[in-house]
T-cell receptor
Framework: GAVVSQHPSWVICKSGTSVKIECRSL??????MFWYRQFPKQSLMLMAT?????????EQGVEKDKFLINHASLTLSTLTVTSAHPEDSSFYIC??????????FGPGTRLTVL | GEDVEQSLFLSVREGDSSVINCTYTDSSSTYLYWYKQEPGAGLQLLTY?????DMKQDQRLTVLLNKKDKHLSLRIADTQTGDSAIYFCAEKGGGADGLTFGKGTHLIIQP
């Protein structure tokens, strides 16, 4: 149980385009999901908290107009990187919160912006 | 902000026990976690401990928490080559939803 999937697993795009990443909880409902980014050989940094049916809460320094989050159902949250630039290249990982406040992570999405 | 610190590398011989240490600063931590990340992969939740517990054991894994010193450790008994990965310590504060991660400890297994 407690499986979280992400799609796509990797994406390469041109500078200036937008990219949507999906995060799904496959066998449980998650009212709260989280989006993290991880730079090479670095730790995970929380970007935002995604709440089903309400606006996401962004961490300090994360541009909400650039990283659009939509949590439209109890099993799906999406992160859209708008007008992506090379500095947005990173490993984006989502997680879904379980009943005991543990977080189950997806396999991550590697974004490369050319 | 809150901080979580870990050593960057730990090298052990196959069959020995590995002990990965972590310190944190948030005195209101409610949950502490250990995650495992293999190359190019996402994070796998290994175990977690509530802040009112001192110890938790799960098969080869033993978690020890010293809340007074804000010190968490993960012991892996009989370390195998498949245990080679980066191990992240993470904590959840009382008010926050997201987790604060350490930089991760590279566990290297020597044959």
């Amino acid at each position: 149980g407690a499986v979280v999937s992400q799609h796509p697993s990797w994406v390469i795009c041109k500078s200036g385009t937008s990219v949507k990443i999906e995060c799904r909880s496959l066998d449980f409902q998650a009212t709260t999901m989280f989006w993290y980014r991880q730079f090479p050989k670095q730790s995970l940094m929380l970007m935002a908290t995604s709440n089903e049916g309400s606006k996401a809460t962004y961490e300090q320094g994360v541009e909400k107009d650039k990283f659009l989050i939509n949590h439209a159902s109890l099993t799906l949250s999406t992160l859209t990187v708008t007008s992506a630039h090379p500095e947005d290249s990173s490993f984006y990982i989502c997680s879904a919160r379980g009943l005991n406040n543990e977080q189950f992570f997806g396999p991550g999405t590697r974004l490369t912006v050319l | 902000g809150e901080d979580v610190e870990q050593s960057l590398f730990l090298s052990v011989r196959e069959g020995d026990s590995s002990v990965i240490n972590c310190t944190y600063t948030d005195s209101s931590s409610t949950y502490l976690y250990w995650y495992k990340q293999e190359p190019g992969a996402g994070l796998q939740l290994l175990t977690y401990i509530f802040s009112n517990m001192d110890m938790k054991q799960d098969q080869r894994l033993t978690v020890l928490l010293n809340k007074k010193d804000k010190h968490l450790s993960l012991r892996i008994a009989d370390t195998q080559t498949g245990d080679s990965a980066i191990y992240f310590c993470a904590e959840k504060g009382g008010g926050a939803d997201g987790l604060t991660f350490g930089k991760g400890t590279h566990l290297i297994i020597q044959p």
